[in-house]
């Protein structure tokens, strides 16, 4: 069963037709959804999901779209459900004249999974770094450079662990990861589900000097049902935090767990 999704408003205010304005600020719209695999549910009343989230991305028209939990390949899900897509999800979620680009975080028996960004952007320099803090949690950093009017943005797409100490561990190495390869001053995003429940984190990213813009309860991105937290974020050095939206509805969380997060940003 495939939904039509609600057209999503434009963030940024709109201008009435015929004024002549200066040029406007770059904006940049950076999204984050964590896509659970592109299934939802558990047993034989599991449903695939990813075509409706393919419909889902496209509505989102962001510039660069952060994803987790994105399926290489499964040979179990391939084999139990008709329409599991020919090729890997990121592929398949990338809107025409996007690129897609994934990493793998974890391999299992039965495929691989992990992180992945979409650009309507160049995309010029893609790297990856295990975080893993322990052999029960599989995490990666996918690190993208993109190239948006002109300007390298450091894209960094993660999905921080479960427990708090392996989070702290990660922004460790998140922070180590930047200093080592994002050249002072360049603008970077850092966007993904970031598993903290509190605000140790986002104290820990403040000390880096990574900021996001401040949301309210509608920001809630975790459970998708009846969201009662912000899981979800997208943080940025170099870059005016402008706006901030969580589409609601029965329509976006059936396909995920998460809601998506959407943010746009001055350059």
């Not at 037709?17 to 406007?24: R, T």
């Not at 309507?120 to 996918?142: A, T």
């Not at 005016?240 to 976006?252: D, M, N």
Request: glycine share 8%; with cysteine.
């Amino acid at each position: 069963m495939t939904f039509e999704l609600p057209t999503l408003s434009p963030l940024s205010p709109s201008t009435p037709s015929g004024i002549l304005l200066p040029p406007e600020p770059r904006i940049l719209r950076v999204a984050t959804y964590n896509i659970h695999k592109g299934v939802q549910g558990l047993g034989p009343t599991r449903r695939l999901e990813i075509h409706n989230l393919g419909l889902a991305v496209e509505q989102l028209d962001a510039d660069i779209v952060c994803l987790q939990e994105v399926r290489k390949m499964n040979r179990r899900e391939a084999q139990y459900f008709e329409r599991w897509p020919a090729v890997g999800q990121a592929e398949y979620l990338a809107p025409e004249g996007y690129e897609a680009v994934y990493r793998t975080n974890a391999v299992t028996k039965d495929g691989e999974h992990g992180n992945a960004l979409l650009s309507r952007w160049p995309v010029r320099d893609v790297k990856h770094l295990d975080v893993s803090d322990h052999r029960f949690e599989q995490r990666g950093l996918l690190h993208a450079e993109v190239e948006f009017h002109g300007r390298a943005v450091h894209t960094v797409v993660v999905h921080l662990g479960l427990i708090a100490g392996s989070r702290v561990r990660q922004i460790q190495q998140l922070h180590q990861f930047i200093e080592r390869e994002v050249p002072p001053g360049a603008p970077v995003v850092v966007a993904g589900d970031f598993n903290d429940w509190g605000n140790h984190i986002k104290r820990m990213l403040a000390g880096f000097g990574l900021h996001e813009y401040e949301g309210d309860r509608s920001s809630f991105t975790y459970p998708s049902r009846l969201p009662l937290a912000q899981l979800d974020h997208v943080y940025v050095r170099g870059l005016e935090p402008l706006s901030l939206v969580v589409p609601q509805g029965r329509i976006w969380w059936r396909m995920s767990d998460h809601l998506p997060l959407i943010a746009e940003f001055k350059l």
